[in-house]
Structures are given as structure tokens and as C-alpha cells.
């Protein structure tokens, strides 16, 4: 793809919000080698970074805590270019990365470009781990490309690790929402697809390498407010969250549970007696009495949990052939397997409290 007489000017917008980030400094050094040249670099953050010694970049910083959003929409503001091309300050864009981003702006009709976001080469396993997971199908479900190049195809939802938007279009809906994180992303993707009629697309080659949070507990952290966003989005933004695939890990959370709780139904089923206490063993609590056929009705659930489960974890097996395939190391295709496991649950768990329980969702 190449823009041989389209060559807006593209403001890279980096936010950064950590104080001596580690991965700031391979984010800028990488914006250096664009092969698209005709661009300016905001930097964005709470903290002034010192030795900053790039020609195009300019600095804003406020020396104290500001949210994503209103971030981006500061660089927005400051920006002089006319297409704004957002960056996590966990990332950092290949060589090509502008160069197929831009040509997309030339119809009008495309308000924004995404690109997917790779897990990057020479990390530690950990994070490698993390990045396989999420990657899989069974970790992202359709959703894939996000995380490895897929095919080029119309989105109305993408996360702004790598995201371009037109800066008119941008202004229009009034930027990014500071009234929601995580997913402030997705409320912006969701004005300009839907209430200014645009488009946004996908374009595969427009990579940039974003570091995972490494397992165990900063993955899930990650991936517990994501489903927190999802769920509340879900019941308030339903054009573009309310979808099954969101709450699939929330129906395994809840046939996990039920399968716990269920346990010892089968003992119960076996007696010859039509009602059963079955807190007789905790006399602590209130009699609870279930006749026979409730508790043999529970049990024909309970049997079919037990199939849908080997199902799941079969999918989860074959999933772990495909991390094999992909990253050739058997450590991350065995751990993809209990990785997303219990992410699933932990998604599920998340996703049910946004959804019925969060009146309303701020950084």
C-alpha cells in the first residue's frame, strides 16, 4: 500500500502515565523509523520525562494522576495534524506502521484505522504466556486479529493500544469519554460508527507490538476490568456490546459454580426417601427440604455440566495445539489451557458485576 501523494500530517499521541517506564523510550525510538515520514509525536503524561531528545516530539504533562481519556483528548487538542494516531505506552509500532495506516483516510467515508497489537519478540515467559493466551481463539474468540494479523475487515469496536481516528471525525463526537475506563475506546468507536454513520477498518499490516501484563495476577487484573467494562457496556451500550460471545465466560463461571454447589447430589439421589434435609450435615442453618424429583431434576443439569465441561476443556486442548503450532514452545500450550481457565472465570465473575450490579463506571 502506498501513499505516494496523500500525505497528511499524522500526530502520534503516546500516553504514558507511569513514572520511569520502562517501555517509553522503545515506543519513541521505534516512531523514529516510520518509513512514512510526515508526522509529529505528542507525548502525553503525568510526570515530566527528562532527556527527551526527539525532533518532533512535543511534551504535555500535568505532575499529578490524569485518566487515559482525558490524555488522549488533550493530544487531541494540541494535535496539528490531521489524522491522530493513538499509541499505548506499552507499545511501540513497526517500521511500516503509518505508511498502512494512512492511505485508508483518503475516503471519507473511514473515520478510524485499527491495526492488531503483537505480542513483541525477546520478553520474558511470563508475559510470552499471557500474550498466547489472550492471542488464542479460545482466549479471544472471534476477535483474534486483534492480537495477530488477521483480515482486512469493517470493525465497530477497537481498542486504542492502535487506533488512528480523523481528527474532524474525532472533534465531532467530542473525543473520548472520561466518564468510562477501561472502554472509553470503545464509547468513542461506538459514536463515530454509529451516530456519525462512519466506518472504521482493520488493517492488518499496521502492526504495533504491545506487551502483555505478565501471568498471573496483573493478566487477571487486566482481564477482570476488561469484563467489568464489557458487562456495564453490555447493559448500557447494547449496539455494540450486548453480544453472547461477551457473556459466554460468564455462563462457565456459573455452571462452574452450580458444579460445585451440585456436589453432592448424587449421594442425595441414591436414597429411597421422597424428601431429603440437605443441610442435615450443617445444623447450624434452617432446614432446607427438596423433594426427590427436584433434586433428580437437578442432577439430569448437573450431568449435563459435566458433558458441556469436557467439551469446554477439550477446546481448550485443542486450543493448546494451536498455541503449539503458533509459538512452538509445549510450557505455553500446556499453560494456555489453566490460563484461560480461570480467566474465563474471572472475566465471567467481572462481567456479571458491570452488567447488574455497577451503577456506573469511572477511572
Known amino acids: 500500500m502506498k501513499s505516494d501523494k496523500y500525505s497528511p500530517l499524522v500526530s502520534i499521541i503516546v500516553v504514558d502515565y507511569k513514572r520511569k517506564n520502562p517501555y517509553l523510550i522503545e515506543c519513541l525510538n521505534a516512531i523514529q523509523k516510520q518509513t512514512y515520514k510526515n508526522y509529529e509525536i505528542l507525548l502525553i503524561c503525568d510526570y515530566k520525562v527528562e532527556n527527551l531528545k526527539y525532533p518532533k516530539l512535543r511534551q504535555k504533562y500535568y505532575g499529578s494522576y490524569v485518566g487515559p481519556a482525558e490524555k488522549r483528548d ?8 490531521d489524522i491522530l494516531a493513538f499509541l499505548d505506552d506499552d507499545a511501540y509500532p513497526s517500521g511500516a506502521w503509518l505508511e ?14 485499527g491495526g492488531p497489537g503483537v505480542t513483541p519478540p525477546y520478553i520474558s515467559w511470563e508475559e510470552e504466556a499471557s500474550g498466547w493466551a489472550s492471542a488464542s481463539p479460545a482466549g479471544a474468540g472471534p476477535y483474534t486479529y486483534r492480537f495477530l494479523p488477521g483480515k482486512r475487515q469493517f470493525v465497530d469496536d477497537y ?7 480523523r481528527k474532524t471525525d474525532f472533534k465531532k463526537v467530542s473525543g473520548y469519554d472520561s466518564n468510562y475506563w477501561p472502554g472509553e475506546d470503545t464509547k468513542l468507536c461506538l459514536d463515530l460508527t454509529h451516530y ?5 477498518i482493520y488493517e492488518p499490516k499496521a502492526i504495533v507490538y ?12 487486566q482481564n477482570g476490568n476488561f469484563g467489568l467494562h464489557r458487562g456495564f457496556f453490555a447493559r448500557i451500550l447494547p449496539k455494540t456490546s450486548l453480544k453472547l460471545v461477551y457473556f459466554l465466560p460468564s455462563l462457565i463461571f ?15 439421589a441414591s436414597t429411597s426417601v421422597e424428601t431429603i434435609n440437605v443441610t442435615e450435615p450443617f445444623t447450624i442453618y434452617q432446614p432446607i427440604i427438596i423433594a426427590k424429583p427436584v433434586i433428580n431434576a437437578l ?5 449435563l455440566g459435566i458433558y458441556c465441561f469436557i467439551l469446554y476443556f477439550l477446546t481448550l486442548s485443542l486450543n493448546a495445539l494451536w498455541v503449539l503450532k503458533k509459538s512452538k514452545k509445549p510450557l505455553h500450550a500446556l499453560l494456555s489451557i489453566l490460563i484461560i481457565f480461570i480467566t474465563h472465570l474471572w472475566y465471567g465473575l467481572r462481567f456479571i458485576q458491570g452488567f447488574l450490579f455497577t451503577g456506573k463506571l469511572t477511572r
Not at 488533550?74 to 495534524?81: D, I, P, S, V, Y
Not at 442432577?299 to 450431568?303: A, G, H, K
Open 74 to 81: 488533550e493530544g487531541g487538542r494540541l494535535a496539528k495534524g
Open 100 to 113: 498502512h495506516l494512512v492511505p485508508h483516510f483518503k475516503n471519507e467515508s473511514i473515520a478510524g484505522v
Open 159 to 165: 481498542p486504542s493500544m492502535n487506533l488512528a481516528v
Open 196 to 200: 456519525l454513520g462512519k466506518r472504521i
Open 210 to 221: 504491545h506487551h502483555r501484563r505478565p501471568i498471573l495476577f496483573a493478566h487477571l487484573r
Open 254 to 268: 456459573l455452571g462452574f459454580i452450580y458444579m460445585i454447589i451440585t456436589s453432592p447430589l448424587p449421594l442425595y
Open 299 to 303: 442432577l439430569v443439569i448437573r450431568n
